[in-house]
């Protein structure tokens, strides 16, 4: 089973994901600037900046998260960086308008080593 590790922005519930819609209130982010808060209320990742090389530090441990979440569901707004949203939204839409065969190429070549190491172990094997 699923362990929750993302918190609603609007109400602070606790969700799988920080893209799936909030069983407690219904809002789903779909806005890119609701999609990178959904990301920084959710669980610890990185990511490079396609502008910049950056790399950019997002995310929130658990324990943050359930402070964060309780926070929310008194009333109390989360404040979000400025510079953090930018910085998702910008990863966000640069992998959303990057071809699709683009990305499975990428993961290829990112896996060819692999599976040629794995075959010459094999080979050697037998």
């Not at 806005?31 to 990511?47: C, G, M, N, Q, V």
């Not at 441990?61 to 989360?78: A, M, Y």
């Not at 499975?104 to 172990?121: A, R, S, T």
């Amino acid at each position: 089973m699923a362990k929750n590790k993302a918190i609603c922005i609007r109400c602070g519930e606790w969700k799988i994901y920080h893209m799936d819609k909030c069983n407690e209130c219904s809002f789903e982010p779909e806005t890119e600037i609701d999609i990178a808060k959904s990301r920084i209320l959710d669980f610890p990742w990185d990511f490079q900046s396609p502008s910049s090389d950056e790399i950019i530090e997002t995310g929130r441990s658990i324990q943050e998260l359930d402070k964060i979440s309780v926070q929310i569901k008194k009333g109390i707004p989360f404040e979000f960086s400025e510079k953090e949203i930018e910085g998702i939204r910008e990863v966000y839409v640069a992998l959303k308008d990057t071809p699709k065969l683009r990305i499975l190429w990428d993961v290829f070549l990112w896996i060819l080593p692999v599976l040629v190491m794995l075959l010459f172990v094999l080979y050697i094997l037998n």
